[in-house]
């Protein structure tokens, strides 16, 4: 099968970010989607370090290290860009003011519970950030994961295992195999890549995955 890689990912996820949405792109993997929003669509990116109006990642040695996002990495900011306090940036993020956030995550539910800040091993560290405000307080709730762990688990669950970041809040998922929808009747798949069919998937998951007609290959 044709995995996707993590810029194919961050890619496929651009597409369907659309013309004056205001976004938050979570820390790791996510932050790559800024990379491939074109450049002719108005898009407002926001980070909840206090950020609204970021451009793509700077190229190397042009990076100013006073202008980061909240994963301390290095940001541009696009003309007419703002920074501003803390507590205003997660006013925006509580207050519903973002169109889709696009974070992380160790676990997502057949029915968009998201499980991102800890897996509940004795020795992690947890790492609850913003993810709970941004999961609740935006319309919409994207993630963008690899579907299995290094050990060949689905990430995709029926129940999540790990301690929850928000209920039913997910309503897309975008992996390496195939991109999903969630809701209160279950996962349906969008797309899949060339060379990956439903059966398979199922096998992979080890859900029963409904499937959408009009699904394509990535």
């Known amino acids: 099968m044709n995995r996707l890689n993590r810029d194919q990912m961050a890619a496929r996820v651009a597409r369907d970010i659309p013309e004056g949405a205001y976004v938050n792109l979570g820390i790791g993997l996510p932050t790559k989607v800024a990379n491939y929003l074109p450049a002719e669509r108005e898009i407002f990116l926001q ?3 206090g950020l609204l109006g970021m451009g ?3 190229a190397p040695g042009e990076e100013d290290w006073e202008l980061i996002n909240a994963g301390k990495q ?3 900011l696009l003309t007419g860009g703002c920074f501003f306090h803390h507590a205003d940036s997660f006013a925006m993020m509580r207050g519903g003011h973002l169109d889709i956030c696009v974070l992380g995550a160790f676990q ?7 499980a991102n800040w800890h897996t ?5 560290i947890p790492a609850v950030g913003g993810a709970m405000d941004l999961a609740i307080g935006a319309k919409q709730t ?23 970041t928000g209920l039913g809040c997910v309503s897309r998922v975008y992996t390496d195999l195939a ?5 209160p009747s279950g996962a349906r798949v969008v797309e899949m890549v060339e060379g990956l069919d439903i059966e398979e998937l199922r096998r992979i998951t080890g859900l029963d995955l409904a499937f959408t007609k009009a699904a394509e290959p990535v």
Do not use: I, W
């Open 47 to 49: 980070s909840e370090n």
């Open 56 to 58: 793509p990642a700077p």
């Open 74 to 76: 290095a940001v541009t």
């Open 108 to 114: 997502v539910s057949v029915h968009g519970d998201l």
């Open 120 to 124: 509940g091993e004795h020795d992690a």
């Open 142 to 164: 994207f993630v963008m994961m690899e579907l299995l762990t290094k050990q060949g688990e689905s990430k995709l669950v029926e129940n999540c295992t790990y301690p929850l």
């Open 179 to 183: 991109v999903f929808d969630l809701g």
